[in-house]
């Protein structure tokens, strides 16, 4: 009797343990609140200016550590720009060229059937530059985050101080939503960062929000495509389902 006693008590605690342990994690995590995001939804498409915006904040603040090189400079005739100024764009960065006569490594102007790199030219220049962290390629970021583009957005807007009592590594900064809340990137978005060609006001969320609706076309560029063809596929059954009952109706009426 005392053995089965001291048996559900220990049961009791191993639950009770792995009760609080429960809670401790789903603290840690916090999930990213939900955001309104105009590409999101089977009619969803993406906004040409935001997306510009978003370039602009990609270019002139994130590429400084991250790169994107699963997009090409002349993807980004699709969110709007020219030839001409997607070739101004290409050229404005120096990529490795073809080894001269010597065999010693050349640089050249950009192109646009280049893709667009980050600052660094190899990982362990990355890390160095960034205290031992890397940045990484922000292409698929969207599609490799759980929460993606809430995550996304939700992580840029995220930091402020530490709440008291926590200890911060050194180097580190306080990020409410990235995980263990200690993140090796500085917070890279403050008021009026860039300046918008469009004259759209640069605050934080704004900027938060256009370079994530960017991020979420470099992982899904062809989103919209798919979409159309979607919807195009389900109007083309709808009319063949219509068809084909009209067709057994006639069938069939000479039957009854
Ligand atoms: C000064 C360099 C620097 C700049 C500028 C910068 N980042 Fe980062 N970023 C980092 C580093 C370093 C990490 C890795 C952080 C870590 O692992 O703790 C990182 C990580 C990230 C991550 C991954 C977070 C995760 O869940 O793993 C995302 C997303 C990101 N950055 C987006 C951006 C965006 C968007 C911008 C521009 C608005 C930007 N970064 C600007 C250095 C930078």
Redesign the pocket.
Known sequence: MLRSISKIAATAAVFVTLGVAGTVTAAEKISPPAQDWQHAGIFGTFDRDQLQRGYQ??SE??????SLRQIYFRNLEAIGFSENRVKAIAAEVEVAGEPDSDGESTTRQGKPFDRIPGPYPNEQA??A???G????D?SL?VK??LGGAD??YA??TGYGDAPQGMQMNEG?SFNEY??GH?????A??SED?VEYEDGTSASVEQ??KD??TF?AWTAEPELEERKRLGIKVLLFLLVLTAMTYALKRKIWSDLH
């Open positions: 904040v990609y603040v994130c590429a400084a550590c991250h990355a890390r530059a960034n205290g962290a890397y940045p990484p922000l970021m490799a985050r995550y996304l992580l840029l580190m990235f995980p200690q993140i090796a990137m500085p890279p978005l960062a900027m938060a370079v994530t991020l």
